[in-house]
């Protein structure tokens, strides 16, 4: 049975999000995104006790997006959790699984996966009046995500708190980036909640899954690691970059 009781040090940091980066206002309609995974779940349950006593007025619902792989997972555990806590649950089946086995070989699954993902839901809470979608990215995901675009990618950029998209005219909020990955780990087992393990075929050999194996060897070696990797996600004075590469016309030089 879920224990519905967010303990203190949760309450604060998800209120510290809300209120510095004015994520929930009175009356939003938000979808969460829920996987079914140990983050969507507790997003899920965090959001529903603090509509519970919140002094702003919101409505949570909640969507679950079937990627399509053969190994479905266990929705019925999804659909009585959100029952439990009184979430209305909806499924979106996709062929997306479909798409990357497609493009196998030739892109990057996960970025195939999120990129179609994110579009099916935005475009789901777009057509049925949700003016937010929440999703279930925590401090970690922050820093892996830092990590990645300065490894893979060359850019110097992570996750936003909050991103507008002009197409579907919906805000993606991302409420639990000041807890960590154990944070979470811990709430759920103490609130009792029940998630499901992801039925990708993917998620064991990834960018992502190599990034976080280097970030938890840094940080046995160095535990200011992540405080460090924080700080430096934060724009200030102490940012000091190269300058951007100067194009030169070829008949000036000669």
């Avoid at 049975?1 to 940091?13: A, D, Q, V, W």
């Avoid at 777009?126 to 990645?148: P, Y």
């Avoid at 990618?153 to 990955?181: D, F, H, N």
Wanted: charged share 25%; glycine share 4%; proline share 5%.
């Amino acid at each position: 049975m879920i224990k519905n009781c967010l303990p203190k040090p949760y309450h604060t940091k998800l209120w510290r999000a809300i209120y510095e980066y004015e994520l929930i206002e009175p009356g939003d309609r938000i979808l969460i995104g829920l996987s079914g995974g140990k983050d969507s779940m507790f997003l899920t349950y965090a959001l529903s006790t603090i509509r519970s006593y919140s002094d702003i007025p919101f409505e949570i619902e909640a969507v679950t997006v079937d990627i399509g792989f053969p190994d479905a997972f266990d929705i019925g555990r999804v659909k009585e959790a959100c029952a439990a806590m009184e979430v209305v649950h909806h499924l979106l089946p996709t062929k997306i699984a479909q798409v990357i086995e497609e493009r196998r070989g030739k892109t990057n699954p996960c970025a195939v996966c999120s990129y179609f993902r994110r579009a099916a839901m935005n475009r789901f809470a777009s057509e049925h009046g949700f003016r937010k979608v929440a999703l279930a990215h925590h401090e970690d995901d922050a820093m892996e995500t830092f990590l990645m675009n300065i490894l893979y990618a060359g850019k110097l950029c992570t996750l936003p708190w909050k991103t507008s998209l002009t197409r579907t005219g919906v805000t993606v909020i991302r409420p639990m980036m000041y807890l960590s990955e154990k944070d979470i780990i811990r709430a759920v087992k103490r609130a009792g909640i029940d998630t499901v393990a992801s039925c990708c075929p993917y998620s064991s050999d990834t960018m992502r899954a190599r990034v976080k194996r280097l970030l938890l060897e840094l940080v046995r070696e160095n535990k200011m690691v992540r405080a460090n990797l924080v700080a430096s996600m934060r724009s200030g004075p102490d940012v000091e970059l190269w300058p951007p590469i100067r194009r030169h016309n070829r008949q000036n030089l000669c």
